[in-house]
Structures are given as structure tokens and as C-alpha cells.
Nanobody
Framework: QVQLVESGGGSVQTGDSLGLSCTAS?????MGWFRQAPGKDREFVGA????????YYADSVKGRFTITRDNAKNTMSLQMNDLKPEDTAVYYC???????????????????WGQGTQVTVSS
């Protein structure tokens, strides 16, 4: 069982930037970010392939958020720029082994989840 730990959440103003990090206790082939706002379903934010050649983003964050990962350190980061109040949510790091298939934006692809970190954007 791989443990995922997020860090870097906080409270910022509209237009500010914030970076999140996720550290895995072991090798995790599939990695992605999801978020969940109060009263809403968990939604896909972005994901990156193992080799980093492919990245996937939700339309709502495309052009503002950037994912990077360092497989040697078992880490993944989410750089969030030009934050908006609608970005307010608990952000979750997700991971899964290569044996689990599914679209990058589907929760079914991921079996490991972090505890979440709160991001609050005020206007």
C-alpha cells in the first residue's frame, strides 16, 4: 500500500499563485490531482503520464495549472496560477499501479489517495 501525502495548501486572494506537492511512499505509476468543493462531487484537475510525455488537464484549469513529477523522488507537484474563487476546494493527490487501467481523468484509475489539502481563494 502506497501512502500519499499532500502539502502546500492555504488561503490566497484571487489572482495569486499556490503550489501543492504530493509525496508517495513508494513507486506510483499513475498520478493525478483531483479536488472537491463543498457540496460537490470530486472532480479531475490534472494528471501526468509516468514518463512525463503526456499531461491532462480539466478545461477549467487549463493554462493556469501545471503538473510536474519527479519519479526518482516519488513526488508530483501542482503549480496553480491566477487562482479564482471557484478553485476553492480540498485538493487530493491520487496514485495507482500500472496494472489498474482507466482514463487519466477517472477516479477508477487511482487506488491510492492522499488525505487532501485545503485551498481557499477569496475575492
Amino acid at each position: 500500500q502506497v501512502q500519499l501525502v499532500e502539502s502546500g495548501g492555504g488561503s490566497v486572494q484571487t489572482g495569486d499563485s499556490l503550489g501543492l506537492s504530493c509525496t508517495a511512499s513508494g513507486r506510483t505509476f499513475n498520478m493525478g490531482w483531483f479536488r472537491q468543493a463543498p457540496g460537490k462531487d470530486r472532480e479531475f484537475v490534472g494528471a501526468m503520464s509516468w514518463g512525463g510525455s503526456r499531461t491532462y488537464y480539466a478545461d477549467s484549469v487549463k493554462g493556469r495549472f501545471t503538473i510536474t513529477r519527479d519519479n526518482a523522488k516519488n513526488t508530483m507537484s501542482l503549480q496553480m496560477n491566477d487562482l479564482k474563487p471557484e478553485d476553492t476546494a480540498v485538493y487530493y493527490c491520487a496514485g495507482g499501479p500500472v496494472s489498474v487501467s482507466g482514463a487519466p481523468n477517472s477516479t477508477s484509475r487511482y487506488v491510492y489517495w492522499g488525505q487532501g489539502t485545503q485551498v481557499t481563494v477569496s475575492s
